[in-house]
DNA sequence: ATGAGGGCATAAGCTGGGCTGATGAGTGAG
DNA sequence: CTCACTCATCAGCCCAGCTTATGCCCTCAT
């Protein structure tokens, strides 16, 4: 069995155009002409010309027709925007994080998170903030609950995000989101093919493919399967949850991994949910903020954007922040 | 009301490295070592460092901690790389989208695509295609579904993609995935905090932001929509699918859109789904290819490669692959 | 202890992609 | 007819990033 082949496979710079280009090709999409795409990113317009020529022509595909009065996307130019799109907002999300991250102490607006929130979630918060209030400078931390907390306490955070059962003492906290765990497995497994619920005892019992110790997603499975006999010896243990995905793509067996993280994977059918009975793998992702200093201000317009409807029997906590 | 400040904000290559450098980031992540990826990416050593060094200096973050027997991500680094891979992800799409449109007519898999699937789904199974069997030749022709039928028929292509309520005759026909619509608002609409479903009667009394006539979307809200006495008039008609989107989001009102056009949205937040009774949103999404000429060879590992385990509830199509 | 080997940094020199600015040509409106 | 808009072409320049060569640091095995 040779399942680490995760060498990347050829360069994509070569084939894939630049963020400037994609960006470019976005405007001219939006403006209908490159002069005008040109002008919005602060480029001449021979600069425009040339460059979507040499998208076109590494690409080998024509992708703006251009006439006398302007440009509009041939079909398969379209479709290109389309997938450019998806990389341009990934790095919007990568900026806004990297913005956060490197942002100083003085910032406005501290925020400390736990790593699955700043993974996933922060990154568009941010860009939704961005665009709601422009000049709000973010400043991210990110770590473990203790820290979050300690930061907060600390006056050196004005806004934290937690995962896990328990709101550290001292916090008031508001649920902003679930992580759902959800059980996947290569689109080859046996299981792929299931129809009826796997028992909670029948998963305690399987080997699975799992990060190791001390991974917040572990720590919840683990409490979840407790009463059914505990989590059964990992059939491989990873590093990474990169590559505790590829090795349940690769159909090394099946695994339990945050909703979060195998989204795209379940989209595209390269992994493969598999409905679960008996156990309840979900685990709440909090706002978090010192008691009684109800989050104002900057921090009050990002948790404003966190707020999520109330999941349908999620009755069990308050239906407005509330302090703890 | 100015809702037409979609001009997209700074431009991202300055701050963003280019699509090299985040394969050099991850390559360093996977391998713990510069002049290992420099290695892997058929780059020299010194390039790999300049090239972290210089994103360091860019970013204004330390990624990685060089020590005399390795490097490793430093906590920024790891985040960074996270989300660096999301782009690299979508790179991916990006490059094996590209390549299946620039194929010749002469390639081994010909597949002709309706545009939801082309866009949406078709580089995710290619990226897996690619995986698997990594020199077939893949080309793509993107189009409706006559188009599609046509192309088949023709036998210049080899396996189809259709959506939609009806199977173009003289095909055979397996659905692989299911389009589903939801009806979205923007975070600060009542609809958003709405937990009682919206009755399918007064979703037709409500004014929409919707695309053209014409678009798949509406035609599928038009026929859900007839037995409660219709779509009432727009609120605003929009000519693509990202401009509803922003309009939307910036509060403009509900619009009804594909599941797979707003997962990103709906993650995070910056849209919510409203849940709706009595009416049924979806489309089918099928594989189609002429009738009698069940798929094999290549055809066949693409669609092995779509094949989504049976919904719950779904009970009216066959549970395999089935003639028409 | 000492040399080998792997890891990283620095320096010098080259190359080419991509920019600007000027210019020309096609089209449609007034 | 002329203006205003579009895009293409050309010449020249600049700098980001590459390679090769070298040196330092650390560890491990002999």
Same mark, same amino acid.
């Not at 590559?243 to 992994?271: F, I, Q």
């Given at each position: 069995?040779?399942?680490?082949?995760?060498?990347?496979?050829?360069?994509?710079?070569?084939?894939?155009?630049?963020?400037?280009?994609?960006?470019?090709?976005?405007?001219?999409?939006?403006?209908?002409?490159?002069?005008?795409?040109?002008?919005?990113?602060?480029?001449?317009?021979?600069?425009?010309?040339?460059?979507?020529?040499?998208? !076109?022509?590494?690409?080998?595909? #024509?992708?703006?027709? $251009?006439?006398? /009065?302007? %440009? *509009? @996307?041939?079909?398969?130019?379209? =479709?290109?925007?389309?997938?450019?799109?998806?990389?341009?907002?990934?790095? !919007?999300?990568?900026?806004?994080? #990297?913005?956060?991250? $490197?942002?100083? /102490?003085? %910032? *406005? @607006?501290?925020?400390?998170?736990? =790593?699955?929130?700043?993974?996933?979630?922060?990154?568009?918060?941010?860009?939704?903030?961005?665009?709601?209030?422009?000049?709000?400078?973010?400043?991210?931390?990110?770590?473990?609950?203790?820290?979050?907390?300690?930061?907060?306490?600390?006056?050196?955070?004005?806004?934290?995000?937690?995962?896990?059962?328990?709101?550290?003492?001292?916090?008031?906290?508001?649920?902003?989101?679930?992580?759902?765990?959800?059980?996947?497995?290569?689109?080859?497994?046996?299981?792929?093919?299931?129809?009826?619920?796997?028992?909670?005892?029948?998963?305690?019992?399987?080997?699975?493919?799992?990060?190791?110790?001390?991974?917040?997603?572990?720590?919840?499975?683990?409490?979840?399967?407790?009463?059914?006999?505990?989590?059964?010896?990992?059939?491989?243990?990873?590093?990474?949850?990169?590559?505790?995905?590829?090795?349940?793509?690769?159909?090394?067996?099946?695994?339990?991994?945050?909703?979060?993280?195998?989204?795209?994977?379940?989209?595209?059918?390269?992994?493969?949910?598999?409905?679960?009975?008996?156990?309840?793998?979900?685990?709440?992702?909090?706002?978090?903020?010192?008691?009684?200093?109800?989050?104002?201000?900057?921090?009050?317009?990002?948790?404003?954007?966190?707020?999520?409807?109330?999941?349908?029997?999620?009755?069990?906590?308050?239906?407005?922040?509330?302090?703890?």
């Amino acid at each position: 069995m040779s399942e680490e082949h995760e060498g990347r496979s050829v360069r994509l710079g070569d084939r894939v155009p630049d963020l400037a280009g994609l960006q470019l090709l976005l405007a001219v999409a939006r403006l209908g002409s490159l002069g005008g795409a040109a002008r919005e990113l602060g480029i001449s317009q021979p600069a425009a010309s040339g460059r979507i020529r040499s998208m !076109e022509r590494r690409l080998g595909l #024509a992708l703006v027709d $251009r006439s006398p /009065r302007g %440009s *509009r @996307l041939t079909d398969s130019g379209a =479709l290109v925007t389309d997938w450019a799109r998806r990389i341009v907002e990934a790095a !919007e999300a990568f900026d806004a994080g #990297a913005e956060a991250l $490197r942002g100083r /102490r003085d %910032s *406005r @607006l501290r925020v400390a998170a736990s =790593l699955t929130v700043a993974e996933y979630l922060l990154p568009g918060w941010l860009i939704a903030l961005r665009r709601g209030r422009p000049d709000t400078a973010v400043s991210l931390q990110a770590g473990n609950s203790t820290m979050v907390a300690e930061r907060l306490l600390a006056h050196e955070a004005d806004l934290g995000f937690v995962e896990g059962p328990a709101v550290p003492p001292g916090l008031g906290a508001a649920v902003v989101a679930q992580d759902r765990l959800v059980v996947v497995v290569g689109a080859g497994h046996p299981w792929a093919k299931r129809r009826r619920p796997v028992p909670a005892a029948e998963l305690a019992t399987t080997g699975l493919i799992l990060r190791e110790e001390g991974s917040g997603t572990r720590q919840v499975l683990d409490a979840a399967l407790a009463p059914h006999g505990g989590l059964a010896p990992p059939l491989l243990e990873l590093a990474s949850t990169t590559a505790v995905k590829a090795a349940v793509v690769s159909g090394a067996g099946p695994s339990v991994l945050s909703e979060l993280a195998v989204g795209e994977e379940l989209a595209a059918h390269r992994l493969v949910k598999v409905p679960v009975e008996g156990v309840r793998l979900r685990r709440d992702l909090r706002a978090v903020w010192p008691t009684g200093h109800r989050p104002t201000g900057p921090a009050r317009d990002l948790l404003s954007l966190t707020r999520r409807p109330p999941g349908p029997g999620g009755a069990a906590q308050s239906s407005g922040p509330r302090e703890a």
